[in-house]
């Protein structure tokens, strides 16, 4: 087991922990630099949209995970910053200053929207954070002029100062740059007394208040960052999806990406990361089992003469090419999380480790939370 | 000069008077005790100084300056800190950043500075990190600084929230029924925590507390209450002989 000894204050605002956990990083680093050469463009395309991903959950996870403000309308802020952005493209508008446009737009969006946060928590803000999804929904489809309407928007790949980010390797490098970028930025938030404003509204308003936190401007910085992170990620998205419907900014992912941060793990920004590769890369790998399992059944039914595996292993691969089985997938994978790991994936990681770091002497009670105490409801 | 004073304090919730032409002052350095029976107003008048409720009636004035308009969140600025009943940390953060987080109002870094993590953010948190941590050592917490507040005991909790109300580095402090839910050993510590933050950081408190010998312990005057009005004033010896208070307790 490490043990890490403390020396200086200096220790504990580091960006990282100590020199093994940089290195770590460092060896991630590689990995993700160095995929494009080892695997084909099929599945490079598909870790792009976990950098993408990435950077919607990080906005979420700002709002939801360390703030506690629900929304359930994200994708809204994710179409208006696409659609800035590929509005401002098909302008002339050079890519950097396209990008901080699309940015700006989605902020101003975020402190509107922000503004009825500030006397509503949990199910309501929910709910008012949906209606606004559905307004904007509805403006992409009848503001045609700007957004093209149901006829959509084709949106072109990536130049900027001249250099053209055409190939899928190419633009995968930008979006981990600008998920790098994102992360590092918004630690920095979470290491300093913004982040700790954040934390102390969502455990505790009251004491919040009282230790000198204005609720309403904290509350509206979260909207207004996590609005502009999700502009940020629309702009990518735009690039990767390369045509713009309306349909695409529906409730159903403004669900899903409130699904990523919870299996991802609420409340810690590798748990964003986590979710990421969750949401992004599950339909890829049902769109593979969907040929793999029957195949693999069907040769093992062939092998030890039982034609009854080849049957089911058909049924399987039947079965999953279903509609709808994806999004049934991911509604049960998320009652699971909820039930089985209320911490995510994140939760997982952290057990998994202190399991290595401490064997044999892991404890599993190390883990469980004693009750918890009432705590004043009356000043609400 | 008044350190704090409450002039003719009222608040109406509906029909019911609360607090009902309330006056007292705390002085510099000194420990200030409200008792009363349950429902007596004892937190209405916490929740009234620290601004959650807005009076009816009546003014309150912290060192020669008028705060019943200022705003909740600016309090703690001005130099008053407070813990609560029933315990309002932040749960799921350390410690640490649960003291850290009272630091807020010292704060001198913006929002673009933060994105950044300019050295003078780094420099500015380890100038909390010191304050924080003289408070740590005050208050003997070094073993619970990087646990989770909601793996700690009740007790520790206690003292966590005094720890963190001053981490702000008040000139009042308001103690809402320090030691609830504490037994009898922990409640003898919370007398002497109390006594130091009077004798060695100088701090005025204002408490609201039900167990006597905690209130006689500590207490240089003592105001009761019943039924949001007040019934006498002075040392504890003189409040707790005091025929109205006993009356007021026993029902005689």
């Known amino acids: 087991m490490r043990f890490l000894f403390k020396t200086a204050y200096e220790q504990d605002i580091r960006l990282f922990r100590d020199g093994t956990t940089a290195a770590w990083y460092g060896v991630l680093a590689v990995i993700v630099l160095a995929l494009p050469v080892l695997m084909s463009r099929y599945y490079i395309g598909e870790i792009t949209w976990v950098f993408i991903y990435g950077i919607c959950g990080v906005s979420l996870m700002v709002l939801v995970g360390y703030t506690g403000l629900v929304s359930l309308g994200h994708a809204a802020f994710l179409g208006i910053g696409a659609y800035a952005h590929a509005f401002f493209l098909q302008h002339g508008v050079p890519w950097v200053a396209s990008v901080a446009l699309a940015v700006l737009i989605t902020t101003a969006c975020g402190i509107i929207v922000g503004l009825p946060a500030l006397r509503m928590t949990g199910i309501y803000l929910a709910i008012a954070t949906l209606a606004f999804a559905v307004i904007i929904q509805e403006v992409f489809t009848r503001w045609e002029a700007v957004t093209g309407g149901f006829a959509g928007m084709a949106v072109d790949k990536p130049v900027i100062f001249g250099l053209h980010f055409d190939s899928e390797a190419s633009f995968y490098y930008l979006c981990a740059a600008i998920l790098a970028l994102t992360l590092v930025l918004t630690q920095n938030l979470l290491r300093s007394s913004t982040g700790r404003a954040w934390v102390a509204i969502r455990d505790s308003e009251i004491a919040a208040q009282s230790m000198g936190v204005h609720l309403p401007l904290y509350k509206s910085m979260a909207f207004a960052y996590s609005a502009a992170v999700m502009g940020l990620a629309g702009a990518l998205f735009a690039h990767k999806i390369a045509y713009l419907a309306p349909d695409i900014f529906s409730i159903l992912f403004s669900i899903q990406l409130l699904l990523l941060v919870i299996v991802g793990g609420l409340g810690s920004l590798h748990g964003a990361v986590f979710g990421a590769i969750f949401v992004a890369l599950l339909p890829p790998t049902i769109a593979i089992l969907r040929d793999a399992i029957p195949a693999a059944m069907a040769n093992f039914a062939s092998a030890t003469g039982i034609g009854v595996i080849g049957t089911i292993g058909r049924g399987i691969g039947e079965f999953l090419k279903k509609p709808g089985v994806e999004a049934g997938i991911f509604g049960l994978i998320l009652v699971l999380v909820i039930l089985v790991e209320p911490a995510g994936i994140y939760g997982r990681w952290v057990k998994l480790k202190l399991f290595f770091s401490t064997f044999p002497m892991y404890k599993r009670d190390s883990f469980k939370r004693q009750k918890n105490y009432m705590r004043s409801e009356r000043l609400r | ?252």
């Open chain 2, 1 to 252: 000069m008044t350190f704090f004073q409450a002039e003719n304090l009222a608040i109406n919730f509906g029909g019911i008077r609360a607090v009902d032409n309330v006056s007292f002052a705390v002085d510099k350095g000194e420990v200030f005790t409200i008792i009363g029976p349950n429902g007596a107003g004892k937190t209405t008048i916490f929740n009234l100084v620290s601004r959650i409720y807005q009076p009816t009636a009546g003014r309150l004035l912290f060192e020669d300056r008028d705060i019943t308009a200022t705003p909740p969140h600016r309090i703690a600025e001005l130099g008053i800190a407070r813990t609560f009943q029933n315990i309002e940390l932040f749960e799921h953060a350390t410690l640490l950043q649960n003291l850290l987080l009272a630091r807020h109002v010292h704060r001198k870094t913006g929002f673009f500075s933060e994105l950044m993590f300019l050295p003078s953010v780094r420099r500015m948190e380890i100038e909390h990190r010191e304050a924080v941590e003289k408070v740590i050592d005050f208050l003997d917490l070094q073993q619970y600084r990087d646990a989770l507040v909601v793996n700690l005991p009740y007790g520790v909790r206690k003292i966590a929230e005094l720890a963190r109300a001053l981490s702000t580095d008040p000139r009042l402090l308001l103690l809402d029924e320090p030691s609830s839910g504490l037994n009898v050993e922990e409640t003898d510590e919370m007398a002497f925590w109390i006594e130091d933050i009077k004798n060695l950081l100088g701090i005025s408190v204002l408490m609201v507390e039900h167990d006597m010998k905690l209130v006689t312990a500590v207490s240089d005057r003592v105001l009761a209450l019943n039924y949001g009005r007040p019934l006498a004033t002075g040392t504890p010896q003189e409040v707790q002989s005091h025929p109205e208070v006993i009356r007021a307790y026993l029902g005689a």
